[in-house]
């Protein structure tokens, strides 16, 4: 009987850790634990948002990520200016039914659509040392039916994250379908806070980008409490464009930053919270 309770016990024991193991994303390390809280578009909230089989996946040695993301992008273009009229990304629905009909068909007289993928994963290594964090962004995207790449006009990438961390090591790259490196900017830097950066994806066409950067902070501050590290596309589809703000508090990041003066322009955003600061 006794080894019966025994056995009862330990596997009750191995319930609870496996589904501990599960629901939570955890590093080698109790405090940099973290989950992907949700992707979501603030301009198209029904966006049809498609993930790997592996999303959200648990890894004590190496990474913990959100891993590709790709929303379908349609935008009309006007075929007297060349112009982009509209842009926006695509409800399931509405995929649903361009899959079942010729998504060559123009939707408004004197009118081209085009249709597009963008990929977006952001993703933390296992950090070299207790409350250090690698930050990493990759974009990509991927050409459909229609005129190839995406609308011109600036788009941006970047990080926020609350905590007050400090960042160093920041850095980012890409290369354009024809093989050749990207151009990038910075479009806002503010310490402890977030840094974006701003390129042209169209002109050349842009195939990916990586951005990276490093937050550390020496001693933590937040009293057990936690805060949030969020990852950011904004594309554009206009010619000017404003400005960039970066908007953070310690124990949250909302959208990350948003761009001013800019009403052609839908985002993606990613983000991950749990992270003692």
Same mark, same amino acid.
């Given at each position: ?27 080698? $390390? ?13 301009? +198209? ?21 959100? /891993?590709?993301? /790709? ?9 007297? @200016? $060349? ?38 994963? +952001?993703?933390?290594? #296992?950090?070299?040392? !207790? !409350? ?12 459909? @039916? ?12 970047? +990080? ?12 980012? @790259?890409?290369? /354009?379908?024809? &093989? ?5 900017? #910075?479009?806002?830097?503010?310490? !402890?806070?977030?840094?974006?950066? &701003? +390129? ?9 980008? $990586?951005?990276?950067?490093?937050? $550390?902070?020496?001693?933590?501050? &937040?009293? &057990? !409490? ?44 990613? /983000? ?6």
């Amino acid at each position: 009987m006794r080894k019966l309770y025994k056995f009862a016990f330990v596997f009750i024991l191995t319930a609870i850790l496996t589904i501990c193991l599960t629901e939570t994303s955890i590093f080698a $390390n109790e405090n940099i634990q973290g989950t992907c809280e949700y992707i979501y578009s603030p301009e +198209f909230p029904n966006a049809y948002i498609e993930t790997s089989d592996d999303q959200n996946s648990v890894s004590l040695l190496n990474d913990i990520k959100i /891993t590709e993301v /790709t929303v379908y992008v349609q935008e009309i273009i006007d075929n007297e @200016s $060349n112009s982009c009229i509209s842009s926006k990304l695509l409800s399931k629905e509405e995929i649903d039914v361009l899959k079942a009909s010729d998504i060559n068909n123009a939707i408004y007289p004197g009118t081209t659509s085009t249709y597009q993928k963008l990929k977006l994963i +952001f993703s933390i290594p #296992s950090q070299s040392s !207790n !409350n250090t964090y690698d930050l990493r962004a990759y974009a990509k995207w991927s050409g459909g @039916s229609g005129i190839s790449g995406p609308a011109a006009g600036d788009d941006f990438v970047g +990080f926020a994250w609350g905590g007050k961390f400090d960042s160093f090591s920041r850095s980012i @790259s890409g290369r /354009t379908i024809a &093989g050749s490196s990207m151009s990038f900017y #910075s479009a806002d830097y503010i310490a !402890n806070t977030g840094c974006v950066w &701003g +390129f042209n994806e169209s002109a050349p066409q842009m195939d990916y980008l $990586n951005a990276y950067i490093t937050l $550390n902070k020496n001693t933590l501050t &937040g009293g &057990g !409490n936690t805060t949030a590290f969020v990852a950011k596309y904004i594309h554009t589809y206009q010619s000017s464009v404003g400005n960039i703000s970066l908007s953070v508090t310690s124990s949250g990041v909302g959208g990350g930053f948003t761009l001013s003066s800019c009403p052609k322009q839908w985002s993606l955003v990613a /983000t991950l919270t749990g992270f003692q600061y």
